[in-house]
T-cell receptor, first 113, second 116 residues
Framework: EPEVTQTPSHQVTQMGQEVILRCVPI?????FYWYRQILGQKVEFLVS????????KSEIFDDQFSVERPDGSNFTLKIRSTKLEDSAMYFC???????????FGQGTRLTVV | AQKVTQAQTEISVVEKEDVTLDCVYE???????LFWYKQPPSGELVFLIR??????QNEISGRYSWNFQKSTSSFNFTITASQVVDSAVYFC?????????????FGKGTRLSVIA
């Protein structure tokens, strides 16, 4: 069964460092998303991406964040200068259409120290 | 503005009991989608169901059933004859119809513990 895969599963980084989280969405999907979940809290939307551009972003997704689809398969989230409060589980998701269900990856746990 | 409320923070049941997880939503749109996701202890988010606002039929899938009532803006989830493997955090989510993609707004989740 097709699935969304994320790497790494766990990343520890020092405050102020740049980090790139990687995702391979389901191959025939066209819409891509990043969400995050601070430990013990609800899942929050960060950004959606379609047709090689950001289609929507939340207020969390500030200038420190960027997304890219560098080739036909990967979808990345970059945090330029990490802060302690960026520590969270980051989920990538993809969907076939804009209104269809999103399938999530297993998440990358980012710990900023 | 969209909002999803899951009033039950934690529920604990004994195996084989039935359990209902409540979800109440707010939206101004007439076209929207409702979802349930399961987050087991391993951490991933597993899609369970998607329902559009025009389809109020209840749905049953094995031991799972969903009750969608627009009149009360609720989309409740019932697990019949619960099992230990059902222990997880369950999230209800809403997305409003748009011409583009429609980000999910999640509730805070209900942690279900099924005790053997």
């Amino acid at each position: 069964e097709p699935e969304v895969t994320q790497t790494p599963s766990h990343q520890v980084t020092q405050m102020g460092q740049e980090v790139i989280l990687r995702c391979v969405p389901i191959s025939n999907h066209l819409y891509f998303y990043w969400y995050r979940q601070i430990l013990g809290q609800k899942v929050e939307f960060l950004v959606s991406f379609y047709n090689n551009e950001i289609s929507e972003k939340s207020e969390i997704f500030d200038d420190q964040f960027s997304v890219e689809r560098p080739d036909g398969s990967n979808f990345t989230l970059k945090i330029r200068s990490t802060k302690l409060e960026d520590s969270a589980m980051y989920f990538c998701a993809s969907s076939a259409r804009g209104d269809s269900e999103a399938f999530f990856g297993q998440g990358t746990r980012l710990t900023v120290v | 503005a969209q909002k999803v409320t899951q009033a039950q923070t934690e529920i604990s049941v004994v195996e084989k009991e039935d359990v209902t997880l409540d979800c109440v939503y707010e939206t101004r749109d007439t076209t929207y989608y409702l979802f349930w996701y399961k987050q087991p202890p391993s951490g991933e988010l597993v899609f369970l169901i998607r329902r559009n606002s025009f389809d109020e039929q209840n749905e049953i899938s094995g031991r799972y059933s969903w009750n969608f009532q627009k009149s009360t803006s609720s989309f409740n989830f019932t697990i019949t004859a619960s099992q230990v493997v059902d222990s997880a955090v369950y999230f209800c989510a809403l997305s409003e119809f748009d011409s583009g993609n429609t980000p999910l707004v999640f509730g805070k989740g209900t942690r279900l513990s099924v005790i053997a």
